[in-house]
């Protein structure tokens, strides 16, 4: 693995609520990225970051926040969550010889 | 409309014969196609990654070719295993922009069959 975890694992919640999902990183990587993963459309790109407090939206951004106030976490924010948020949350890292993307093991959310 | 399109979307395999998987991507300027890997409740892992002059990339019994001319690609398993079933994802960047943006494919479900 390529020292990315992800917490929560899984989560349930209701409607209306915020919710926050944190990715670490132990490799010291500049860029951060988050994605949602969805039967019949792939992975999709949230929000990334290019270092700490430098963030920009991707293409699915409406409904989500980020945060990174350190090198090492990476925050995604659910500001008040809606059922078609409901999906598998992965966070990766790039770094390596080849700028590979790195995937964190994922979380999967479901909102009621 | 997705600028990488993989075929077929699930393929059905016995234990110990081989398969071969598409992909055909609009991206442009192209910079590199991966194959990735992902197990079922787990994060993609990439398993080749080649570059607008390589045509051919191996990693154990997995096979990655591409043609940039036409643009595609295939990734061709031999010998399949059980612990092959999984999801593989083609995925494509382009030159720009530079903080890593890439296009997904939809993936192939693959699933060995002892």
């Known amino acids: 693995d390529a020292g990315i975890t992800q917490s929560p694992r899984h989560k349930v919640t209701e409607t209306g609520t915020p919710v926050t999902l944190r990715c670490h990183q132990t490799?010291?990587?500049?860029?951060m990225y988050w994605y949602r993963q969805d039967p019949g459309h792939g992975l999709r790109l949230i929000h990334y970051?290019?270092?700490?407090?430098?963030?920009d939206k991707g293409e699915v951004s409406d409904g989500y926040s980020v945060s990174r106030s350190k090198t090492e976490d990476f925050l995604l924010t659910l500001e008040s969550a809606t059922s078609s948020q409901t999906s598998v949350y992965f966070c990766a890292i790039r770094g390596g010889r080849t700028d590979t993307q790195y995937f964190g093991p994922g979380t999967r959310l479901t909102v009621l | 409309k997705n600028q990488v399109e993989q075929s077929p979307q699930s393929l059905i395999i016995l234990e110990g014969k081989n398969c071969t998987l598409q992909c055909n991507y609009t991206v442009s300027p192209f910079s590199n196609l991966r194959w990735y890997k992902q197990d079922t409740g787990r994060g993609p892992v990439s398993l080749t990654i080649m570059t607008f002059s390589e045509n051919t990339k191996s990693n154990g019994r997995y096979t990655a070719t591409l043609d940039a001319d036409t643009k595609q690609s295939s990734l061709h398993i031999t010998a399949s295993q059980l612990s092959d079933s999984a999801s593989y994802i083609c995925v494509v960047s382009a030159i720009i922009p530079s903080w890593g943006k890439l296009q997904f494919g939809a993936g192939t479900q693959v699933v060995v069959t002892p």
């Open positions: 970051s290019y270092g700490v407090k430098d963030t």
């Open positions: 490799e010291n990587h500049r860029y």
